[in-house]
């Protein structure tokens, strides 16, 4: 069985940095390619970053220079290091990698950036 539980997030003001865990199981960790995405409210849900099992990584255009995501393998763990927050990035960011052709996604951790 899958699993993907994040933490980290919380409420911020602009220009500080949060960083998300992601613990994973179920999976061969280091293989798997995992992502962050996010959601803000009203909108759709959106790539944030990826990271693949041999460790390339891509950004949407929003955060890159901003966020780095990195992964633990001992742990079984992703992160998301966010600096330089901005109001915009308010939003529930969820943890994301698949297994054959299934999907799994954490519950989702809520960032909030306050100005």
């Known amino acids: 069985q899958v699993q993907l539980v994040e933490s980290g997030g919380g409420l911020v003001q602009a220009g500080e940095t949060l960083r998300l865990s992601c613990e994973a199981s179920?999976?061969?960790?280091?293989?798997?390619?995992m992502a962050w995405y996010r959601q803000a409210p009203g909108k759709q849900r959106e790539l944030v970053a990826v990271?693949?099992?041999?460790?390339?990584?891509n950004y949407a255009d929003s955060v890159k220079g901003r966020f780095t995501i990195s992964k633990d393998n001992a742990k079984k763990t992703v992160y998301l290091q966010m600096n330089s927050l901005k109001r915009e990035d308010t939003a529930v960011y969820y943890c994301?990698?698949?297994?054959?052709?299934?999907?799994?996604w954490g519950q989702g951790t809520q960032v909030t950036v306050s100005s």
């Open positions: 179920g999976i061969i960790f280091s293989i798997n390619t």
């Open positions: 994301n990698t698949a297994s054959g052709r299934l999907a799994y």
């Open positions: 990271i693949t099992g041999g460790g390339n990584t």
